[in-house]
């Protein structure tokens, strides 16, 4: 049977990653797999019958979670020369959600991998940031710009940048449909992953990025994240006619409760509601019930903020309890386990009131390709050293601003009304200044190109 070609210009958005790229395809309960290939300008999509037996392979270097920090690892190294297996439990790219803030760390980190004029020349770029009280009355505003003229703001949404990041990588990179079910290691060092569907991967070299829920983070001996007493809704607002708002963020304080809003692209504006709850509460996916619980927590607040939660596909709003894991020194465990490592939020989950958890995972993406980079030219022995020097690098600044962020999210979430008082009519218009709020935006990266001496890379974070 001839093969279904299916040329690229036909596939949707969401699909367009995969044009000119090949996945694994692990075998599939009725023995039958599906397998893109590359040819030319078309990719033909075959059937074929996989083996009864389970697969057991050998790989060099295997990357648990094809999320931001999975990707932006992958990619890293690619830029570098090096290869890796990138293995995903969702049977494609886990592109629904809303979207993310990132800020110059951010962008400097996705210039470095080549990526980051595509992802401007899709989203707007923010000037400033509005602060309101509940009843619209605005306290403060502030110009990014006039703070730091080299700061850099854009909203983006998670589908384009993981689809960015997944189309720079070589055919056969990301394996989707392989759940990890067990790790273990053998006695030469390697470390064995047992997946769902019986697939077995001997790898050389782990790098766990798998999520704030990471199996391998609890096997490096991590314990669960704690709930900080607050849950966010959050959604992508859709204008087909033009979306009406200025380039700034809008945040607005109310007791107890926080929102904010913030353009995203010609036709799409980011909003999120977070508020005070003392246990998680159930898992809740219907977006109807989800709007009205949001709209509910903000009913006589600005309209702008309520239309753009009425104008929400059902497809972009999550509920999400707020977590995260402070890394104290000599309690908690090391970031690596042998030659397994972790990466992202799989390590230092945040939460998101400095807009640093995506930008974070970017950072150590790039930092633990160089020490990687480096431990092969010196040999399999020093990826152990690499790891550890990974830590030693990062751990200064993921720690602190991880606390940072859980601070921030307390203060404005009081709900005592005299508190909330002296928050809107003294410390938010007097004394609060962004220069010094923005401070830990400051890191930078050269671009890693394949070819390059891997000594001559300078990684650092500015004064």
Request: glycine share 8%.
């Amino acid at each position: 049977m001839a093969p279904l070609c299916l040329n690229s210009s036909f596939l949707p958005s969401s699909l367009h990653y995969l044009h000119s790229r090949s996945f694994h395809c692990p075998q599939s309960s009725s023995g039958f797999c599906f397998q893109t290939r590359t040819r030319s300008r078309s990719k033909a999509i075959r059937l074929s019958i996989a083996k009864a037996e389970a697969d057991v392979r050998k790989e060099d270097i295997v990357i648990v979670g094809a999320g931001i920090a999975g990707l932006a690892t992958a990619v890293s190294l690619h830029r570098l020369g090096i290869g890796s297996l990138v293995i995903e439990q969702a049977d494609s790219l886990r592109t629904g959600g809303t979207s993310l803030t990132l800020f110059k760390n951010g962008w400097s980190v996705l210039d470095a991998l080549g990526v980051g004029s595509d992802l401007r020349s899709q989203f707007l770029e923010i000037k400033g940031m509005a602060v309101k009280s509940e009843d619209g009355k605005e306290l403060r505003s502030f110009g990014f710009k006039d703070e730091d003229a080299s700061q850099e703001v854009r909203a983006v949404e998670r589908r384009i940048l993981l689809e960015t990041l997944a189309n720079q990588l070589p055919p056969e990179s990301v394996q989707f449909s392989s759940e990890l079910a067990k790790i273990k290691t053998s006695g030469n060092g390697v470390t064995i992953l047992e997946l769902v569907n019986g697939t077995q991967i001997y790898a050389n070299t782990v790098v766990g990025c798998d999520g704030i829920r990471s199996p391998i983070a609890k096997w490096i001996g991590f314990s669960e994240p704690k709930y900080v007493g607050h849950c966010a809704y959050r959604g992508l607002g859709y204008y087909p006619n033009g979306q009406p708002f200025e380039p700034k963020l809008n945040y607005i304080y109310g007791r107890g409760v926080r929102a904010g809003y913030v353009p995203v692209s010609p036709t799409k504006v980011y909003w999120f509601i977070c508020h005070n709850n003392p246990t998680p509460g159930p898992k809740i996916t219907d977006p109807v019930a989800l709007k009205k619980q949001a709209k509910d927590l903000v009913r006589n607040w600005p309209a702008e903020l309520l239309n753009n939660i009425d104008l929400t596909p059902d497809d972009t709003i999550i509920r999400t309890p707020l977590v995260d894991r402070w890394l104290w020194p000599a309690t908690s465990p090391p970031a690596s386990r042998g030659k397994v490592v972790l990466v992202g939020d799989a390590w230092h989950p945040m939460t998101p009131n400095l807009g640093q958890g995506a930008c974070c995972a970017l950072e150590d993406a790039v930092v633990l390709a160089k020490k990687l980079a480096n431990s092969t030219k010196s040999g399999p022995a020093f990826v152990e050293e690499a790891f550890r020097s990974y830590e030693s690098e990062r751990w200064p600044r993921i720690f602190p601003m991880t606390i940072r962020a859980n601070l921030v999210g307390s203060l404005l979430q009081w709900e005592n009304p005299i508190v909330c008082s002296v928050r809107n009519n003294i410390i938010v218009p007097k004394l609060v200044r962004l220069g010094p709020i923005l401070e830990h935006t400051n890191f930078e990266c050269e671009p890693l190109t394949q070819g390059i001496k891997v000594q001559d890379l300078h990684i650092h974070q500015s004064s």
